[in-house]
């Protein structure tokens, strides 16, 4: 055992078979270990711990906490993750094998302040096509998704002719329930060109401009460069509505059909982008 009383300004390089230390002990440079560090009792750190491999927290009770961070960060992320390297992996796993039927959560977020109008419980940014939310249920493979899907329908090019309508193909994917639909001009109609109904080859009217909208829709609402309709979607009819409005269900896709005034329209294109529910059937 290694005995220091009083104190040294250089040690050197010594080794050490067992280092006990009762009272303070003050370390200015690097600690470094292939073994296994056991601290017991309280530690403090006062700068950046960087560690290379895993970490595991075991609370001493029940009632202790494994991590508790009190973080005085302002500007910059209390904890930050970055996980370029997942695949089929996860980046945040929970989860409990606990039968006890108490009520909790396995996540809860809570934004204590009613003046903090600016904070969001979670905000998420998707850069592929992929759920925004996927929630399974059960053991029968009964799930969905939250998803939005973006397309850009050039009307100039797929109204040609005498034709004043145009199909996007499969824009209604299969087993979706529609939330909303929204029509964004990014090129502008040619004067005297707009559009005046949005709805499926069924029946070309049933999402807006039909006889419950009082007509086709108005001039100057959907023809110029910026001009944005949003318009919610009932599930139960809707796009999924055939021919004579016989329902259809939801598990065939279905074509988004836009009507024009006049026909072979020289300009105009247009951003349309589904809000829906991608529904997952049982398998069993």
């Known amino acids: 055992m290694g005995n220091f009383k009083g104190s040294s300004s250089n040690l050197g390089t010594t080794s050490i078979t067992n280092l006990t230390v009762s009272g303070d002990a003050t370390v200015t440079d690097e600690i470094s270990g292939s073994g296994v560090l056991n601290i017991v009792g309280a530690t403090t750190l006062e700068n950046t711990l960087h560690v290379s491999g895993s970490v595991v927290f075991v609370g001493g009770v029940h009632s202790d906490i494994a991590l508790d961070i009190n973080a ?25 094998n606990s039968s006890n039927t108490a009520a909790r959560s396995l996540l809860k977020l809570t934004n204590d302040h009613a003046s903090a109008t600016g904070a969001s419980l979670i905000e ?29 329908v050039d009307i100039a090019s797929g109204i040609t002719g005498s034709d004043t309508t145009m199909d996007v193909s499969g824009f209604f994917p299969a087993n979706a329930v529609p939330i909303a639909i929204i029509v964004h001009i990014t090129t502008g109609l040619e004067a005297g060109k707009h559009i005046t109904k949005l709805g499926t080859a069924g029946v070309d009217d049933c999402i807006c401009g039909g006889a419950g909208d009082g007509g086709v829709l108005n001039n100057a609402l959907l023809d110029e460069d910026g001009d944005t309709l949003t ?54």
């Open 72 to 96: 005085v960060n302002q500007a910059a992320n209390v904890i930050d993750i970055a996980a370029d390297a997942l695949t089929s992996g996860d980046g945040i796993s929970v989860a409990s």
């Open 231 to 284: 318009v919610p979607i009932s599930p139960f009819g809707g796009p999924f509505a055939g021919a004579g409005a016989a329902a259809m269900g939801v598990n065939s896709a279905q074509d988004l059909r836009i009507t024009v005034a006049g026909a072979n329209p020289n300009a105009g294109v247009a951003r349309c982008v589904l809000y829906y529910w991608d529904i997952t059937p049982p398998t069993s």
């Open 124 to 152: 998420m940014d998707q850069d592929s096509t992929g759920d925004l939310i996927t929630v399974a249920y059960g053991a029968n493979g009964t799930g969905l998704g939250l998803k939005i899907k973006e397309t850009s």
